[in-house]
DNA sequence: TGAAAACAGTACCTGAATGGTCCTGATTGC
DNA sequence: GCAATCAGGACCATTCAGGTACTGTTTTCA
């Protein structure tokens, strides 16, 4: 169904409620489990991702949280799906991967994917979160 | 990793080769299955299924065979895509799926994908089989 | 008329990947 | 020192795609 990971799409959720916190105020991910209605480990475990990609950043101790790195209008869709889901490819077939298929000789195309990668990575980086957070400014007019 | 299926990869080499058929001539899905080194059920599948979207034609008998309905620069890839993997929607809890998530009622993103799904479909439906087969013509020109 | 060839449809099985949970450690503040 | 929180990893269950097999129907040829 070319759907991408569920957890992306909480990640996408978590991110707009960071985005309500305090400037410089901080986020606890039991509190964002909370507002958002999901699992606590879920909620945890995507903060944890996108701190690893660097989108979020944690602050340990006491008064720890989460906190943005960057405002979600500066934050492109591809980032968070890049962080979660992996790149974007949308086959095995494409690039380096050798090996994985049986009919690599015979492909005819056998690298070909490429082109439509680029179309969706493009696609996709002209929209940020912002855009799906509730401002549709320039959402969907990155393809015109 | 945004993939799609490989059965979708498969209907792709599969269609480039049936257009190497004489006019008015049919492949076999076993012949098919040689040309392209994949197992014969599997080419079997893909060619029912795409026969089922009227990509392609079959014709029983024993002369019988599989041809193509319309050109392949005529085939956007969405057409593909949409007859194997189902329609183009990046998440589940897009438009009228109510129900799956949890997170329904304090959701920000509720229904926002859709310009996202819209982007995507784009970006595809510029895109041909025939740009994939060996001729990039217009590929990753759609986004621009 | 019979047999063979090929598509059509369905049903089942297996394997991998996602989604979700939990546990243990490191860090910070009180 | 204790509590709270993040960090990291391991673990299990479920789901779904991928693949296979079977049976039925249609058409051609001997
Ligand atoms: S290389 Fe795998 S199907 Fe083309
Ligand atoms: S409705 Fe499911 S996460 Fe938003």
Known sequence: MLRLSKLTDYAVVVLTRLEEAEEGGVLTAPGLAAATGLGEPTVSKVLKILSHAGLVEGRRGALGGYRLTRPLAAMPLTDVIAAIDGP?????????????????????????????????????????????????????????
Not at 118 to 133: K, M, T
């Open 88 to 144: 974007i490819a949308l086959t095995a077939c494409v690039d380096n991967s050798i090996g994985v298929c049986d009919a690599e000789a015979t492909c005819p195309v056998r690298g070909r994917w490429d082109p439509v990668n680029d179309a969706i990575r493009r696609a996709l980086s002209g929209i940020s979160i912002a855009d799906l957070a509730g401002a549709p400014q320039r959402a969907a007019l990155a393809a015109e």
